[in-house]
């Protein structure tokens, strides 16, 4: 049974730094795609990052600079560094998991997720 687990969101500054992190089960990250969704009140679920099964990443051009995708394959387990965050910032961050070991947010959003945690909520306030 896949599971993914977020944790790491919180109640931060503009200008403070998270890290969010999702532990996965049931599958392994070194054959998956991963990726960070979110998703604001009142707005439509956005891509954020991803991770190729073979580490390379994209982002989003609202982020690009200040987050960082990565994941540990030993642990099962994907990270999001935030730096820099912004009051725009503010969502509920979705993790995500593909069979596809190739992604592109593009693709996730179109054709859907395999696979969803429930989200960890993060606030930025200014």
């Known amino acids: 049974q896949v599971q993914l687990v977020e944790s790491g969101g919180g109640s931060v500054q503009t200008g403070g730094s998270l890290t969010l992190s999702c532990t996965a089960s049931?599958?392994?990250?070194?054959?998956?795609?991963m990726a960070w969704f979110r998703q604001a009140p009142g707005k439509e679920r956005e891509g954020v990052a991803t991770i190729d099964a073979d580490g390379t990443t994209t982002y989003a051009d609202s982020v690009k600079g200040r987050f960082t995708i990565s994941k540990d394959n030993a642990k099962n387990t994907l990270y999001l560094l935030m730096n820099r965050l912004e009051p725009e910032d503010t969502a509920m961050y979705y993790c995500?998991?593909?069979?596809?070991?190739?992604?592109?947010?593009?693709?996730?959003?179109?054709?859907?997720?395999?696979?969803w945690g429930n989200g960890t909520l993060v606030t930025i306030s200014s």
């Open positions: 049931g599958f392994t990250t070194r054959t998956y795609s």
């Open positions: 995500a998991a593909d069979r596809s070991p190739k992604v592109t947010i593009g693709a996730l959003l179109y054709y859907g997720v395999d696979y």
